[in-house]
């Protein structure tokens, strides 16, 4: 099993910025990827931005490239979620996950997931 614990959310402006944490715990030595996807009301949960544990190779969903980053501290079991000029529509829950195969952007390839922190955007 591996735990997954999200913080740094919070409220913001629009325009404004936020780091999302995520620290992995438990048998983390089969993790090959972790990604964050989000939730708003009343929508489906989307895919946000995916990073391969062993080489750092990123993916980003369309609605966050260029605006959002992923990384990840490889001696810390952590990996981040620095979101910069936020927008209202980017109000949501974000899951941190993690998958056992390298290749990871939809929900089925995760086996872990964290119990969310919540993002709001104001206008």
């Known amino acids: 099993q591996v735990q997954l614990v999200e913080s740094g959310g919070g409220l913001v402006q629009a325009g404004g910025s936020l780091r999302l944490s995520c620290a992995a715990s438990?048998?983390?030595?089969?993790?090959?990827?972790m990604g964050w996807f989000r939730q708003a009301p009343g929508k489906e949960r989307e895919f946000v931005a995916t990073i391969r544990w062993s080489r750092g190779i990123t993916s980003y969903g369309d609605s966050v490239k260029g605006r959002f980053t992923i990384s990840r501290d490889n001696a810390k079991n952590t990996v981040y979620l620095q979101m910069n000029s936020l927008k209202p529509e980017d109000t949501a829950v974000y899951y941190c996950?993690?998958?056992?195969?390298?290749?990871?952007?939809?929900?089925?390839?995760?086996?872990?997931w964290g119990q969310g922190t919540q993002v709001t955007v104001s206008s």
């Open positions: 438990g048998r983390t030595f089969s993790t090959q990827a």
């Open positions: 996950a993690a998958a056992d195969r390298a290749i990871a952007t939809t929900e089925s390839d995760y086996s872990y």
